[in-house]
């Protein structure tokens, strides 16, 4: 019963308090809706994607040559985020960047129990990213050799510039505007309910302090209390002829 009433109180505080919640909604969409348009730069993915294929000795291909070649791709992960691949990509697209910034842009994967795997890059530019791509997997491929001693890597599909960004997400930032302005809304009503100290109603002087409730002062608008007014002198009015008549 404790907890029903809790609740009752609660949406009693919400519903007291909905117009400033609601107004709190509408300011955190504004907000997001400035973040997303204005300030948040958009980001574009541009992907690559590279087949491991092992030299055969024979023509029949085994299944422990498909598994050594899908082993691989994690070792290849490593060597493209590395110093020796970036590094010149650097160089030869003139980035102003660091190798670290670089390597936080590039994304490797690959599906379960397949040879070909994604090279994704991340930019503010769609063409930069397709360059980078491009170039990363045009060193990775003609320097494997040469740190492995293997050639098996086969660029199947080059990086294409994608001008659709990825990010922001302007529907997703707007909902979460929306949402915190709202949650923020409801923690500032019951806030201002638990610090007002005031004494709200009958129940708390009776039930809580135990004293006796000796009557209700009314609070009165302006209209009110100027039709009171209004109605007394009147009364008065009356009173005043009345006497007057009665001499």
Excluded: C
Excluded at 6 to 32: D, Y
Excluded at 118 to 135: F, K
Excluded at 197 to 203: A, L, N, Q, R, T
Aim: no cysteine.
């Amino acid at each position: 019963m404790q907890e029903e009433i809790n609740l009752l109180e609660m949406l009693s505080i919400i519903r007291k308090r909905l117009v400033m919640i609601i107004n709190t909604m509408i300011f955190g969409m504004l907000l997001a809706a400035v973040y997303t348009f204005f300030i948040a730069t958009p980001q574009y993915n541009s992907t690559t994607q590279l087949l491991v294929n092992r030299t055969q000795e024979s023509e029949i291909i085994q299944r422990a040559d498909i598994d050594t070649n899908v082993q691989l791709i994690n070792t290849y992960s490593d060597i493209i985020n590395n110093a020796i691949i970036l590094n010149p990509v650097i160089e030869e697209l003139n980035l102003n960047q660091t190798t670290e910034q670089l390597k936080e842009q590039i994304s490797v994967s690959a599906a379960d129990n397949s040879q070909v795997f994604t090279l994704q890059v991340t930019d503010d530019n769609p063409y930069q990213a397709a360059d980078i791509a491009n170039t990363i997997s045009t060193e990775f491929r003609d320097n494997l050799n040469s740190i492995m001693n293997v050639d098996n890597v086969t660029i199947i599909s080059e990086a294409i510039s994608n001008t659709k960004p990825v990010s922001p997400n302007n529907t997703f930032n707007l909902i979460v505007g929306l949402v915190l302005g709202g949650l923020i809304g409801v923690i500032i009503s019951f806030l201002i309910e638990f610090l007002d100290s005031s004494v709200k109603d009958e129940k708390f002087i009776v039930d809580e302090l135990g004293w006796i409730n000796l009557g209700i002062i009314s609070k009165m608008n302006g209209e009110e209390l100027k039709s009171s007014n209004q109605s007394t002198m009147h009364h008065k009015n009356k009173e005043t002829r009345a006497s007057r008549s009665r001499i």
